[in-house]
């Protein structure tokens, strides 16, 4: 079995930050329950998993939760069963399928024509198998995102795909590696954050919130559109469905929301991912809270330490913000 969590193109992973702030957590929290509200590939959930006994992962992408049920939930699966798909879809040549739904719409764009036939012909064939359960669904499906990730003729995200190049065909099946972890309490749930701060309670929340305008419905819209297989219209360059799981934290109410965030968060400990972008020339790049508004929300709750580290940021061009720095900010909440 081929990827982990961490092996996909994701707009603001964590990834490569991710053992420093592990070692900030361990240093200055303490606590056997942790929250990733806003987790994105989840990669923060698969480096605390170890070190504590209960675990909760949330996000409002419907691909994000399907992905975390596939790596994360506790239910079995037959490997030899997941080997036996993976080898019928290796067999599979484009020249002998029909057209569908995937590559007409994304076909020669975002994939090659002959990758995007496989991809929507995989997808359909994985929602008609009738031996496998929810959890091998799962994987089956995380493992097609993954793999088409891989193969996506983009830069990383689904907002536009790159033109002017002959795309090859890159597609290859392989299937993620789910992980098995003895007596741990795991949570996997696709809520608004806001709400599940309100209903939850826990030693420490990490809070790795969107910073700009930026919607990652959006961004991942074909992502979202194979787990889900509606099969929407689609519209525009980009062949996005009608828009739907918009964030606040993207738009003016940004502050007031994360405000409410932190003001209903009922734990110990508050760790903030946040970045100094906010003085950005391209006008999505701008984060939508200032540090200062940060940190006056987060003193409210408690004592706050801030740690920094440079670091590229993601630039899609427009952007040249010199001295870019990754922030965390942990609370102690009451103190």
Same mark, same amino acid.
């Given at each position: 079995? @081929? ?28 606590? +056997? ?49 997941? %080997? ?9 040549? =484009? ?17 090659? !024509? ?39 003729? @983009? ?29 741990? +309490? ?22 790795? =919130? ?15 559109? %194979? ?33 409410? %965030? ?7 400990? $508050? ?17 939508? $809270?200032? %540090? ?5 929300? #987060? ?9 920094? !580290? =440079? ?7 427009? @952007?040249?913000?010199?001295?870019? !720095?990754? #922030? ?8």
């Amino acid at each position: 079995m @081929t990827f982990d969590i961490w092996n996909r193109r994701y707009t603001g992973s964590k990834y490569k930050l991710s053992e420093w702030i592990v070692d900030l957590i361990h240093t200055n929290c303490s606590g +056997k329950s942790f929250c990733d509200i806003f987790a994105g590939t989840a990669i923060m959930s698969k480096q605390m998993l170890n070190s504590v006994e209960e675990i909760y992962i949330n996000d409002f992408l419907y691909s994000n939760e399907l992905i975390y049920k596939a790596f994360f939930e506790q239910k079995g699966f037959s490997k030899n069963k997941l %080997l036996k798909y993976k080898k019928i879809f290796d067999s599979l040549e =484009p020249n002998d399928l029909a057209e569908n739904y995937f590559s007409i719409n994304f076909g020669n764009k975002f994939f090659s !024509k002959n990758d995007a036939i496989l991809i929507g012909y995989i997808r359909e064939y994985i929602q008609s198998i009738k031996d496998i359960n929810k959890k091998e669904k799962n994987i089956l499906i995380a493992s097609l995102l993954y793999s088409a990730d891989k193969s996506a003729n @983009t830069v990383g995200h689904y907002d536009a795909y790159i033109k002017g190049k002959k795309i090859s065909d890159t597609f290859s099946f392989e299937l993620i590696n789910p992980y098995e972890y003895e007596s741990k +309490k795991i949570h996997i749930s696709r809520k608004d954050a806001n709400q599940l701060a309100k209903e939850i309670k826990c030693d420490i929340v990490y809070i790795d =919130p969107p910073y700009n305008s930026r919607q990652y419905s959006r961004f991942y819209h074909i992502l979202e559109n %194979l787990t889900k297989w509606e099969k929407p219209e689609l519209f525009g360059e980009a062949c996005k469905p009608e828009p739907e799981n918009m964030s606040e934290y993207c738009r003016n109410s940004a502050t007031k929301t994360f405000e409410d %965030l932190i003001s209903s968060l009922k734990c110990k400990y $508050i760790v903030v991912s946040y970045n100094n972008t906010y003085d950005s020339k391209s006008s999505s790049s701008k984060n939508k $809270i200032t %540090l200062s508004n940060i940190e006056q929300i #987060l003193t409210k709750k408690g004592q706050v330490t801030r740690f920094e !580290k =440079p670091y590229q940021f993601f630039n899609a061009g427009k @952007t040249d913000l010199k001295d870019h !720095k990754e #922030l965390i900010y942990i609370v102690e909440v009451g103190a």
